[in-house]
């Protein structure tokens, strides 16, 4: 099992900047990726941004050039820093972990953090 707390969501001007942060604990050494998902109100949840057990990120069209993941294995959490923030970035952000048992893999979930970016 793993869980996840995101925090570091708020209220920010447009072309603000923000930082997500998400800890895990914990089985954290199964985890092999983490992503970080976004769902607006009446949108579907969307991936914005992964990093691989090795640290290679990947990032949606809309995020590119102005989000950036990380991962800091050492404390077993992953950041998404946010900027020049725009008020479309509004949404509830969620943490996600992509945890390999050997033989499948569980998607773990966070609870979710409000980004709300104000025009």
């Known amino acids: 099992q793993v869980q996840l707390v995101e925090s570091g969501g708020g209220l920010v001007q447009a072309g603000g900047s923000l930082r997500l942060s998400c800890a895990a604990s914990g089985s954290t050494g199964n985890i092999d990726a983490f992503g970080w998902y976004r769902q607006a109100p009446e949108e579907q949840r969307e991936l914005i941004a992964g990093?691989?057990?090795?640290?290679?990120?990947n990032y949606a069209d809309s995020v590119k050039g102005r989000f950036i993941i990380s991962r800091d294995n050492s404390k077993n959490t992953v950041y998404l820093q946010m900027n020049s923030l725009k008020p479309e970035d509004t949404a509830v952000y969620s943490c996600?972990?992509?945890?390999?048992?050997?033989?499948?893999?569980?998607?773990?979930w966070g609870q979710g953090t409000q980004v709300t970016v104000a025009s």
């Open positions: 990093i691989s057990s090795d640290g290679r990120p």
């Open positions: 996600n972990a992509v945890y390999y048992s050997g033989s499948y893999y569980i998607d773990f």
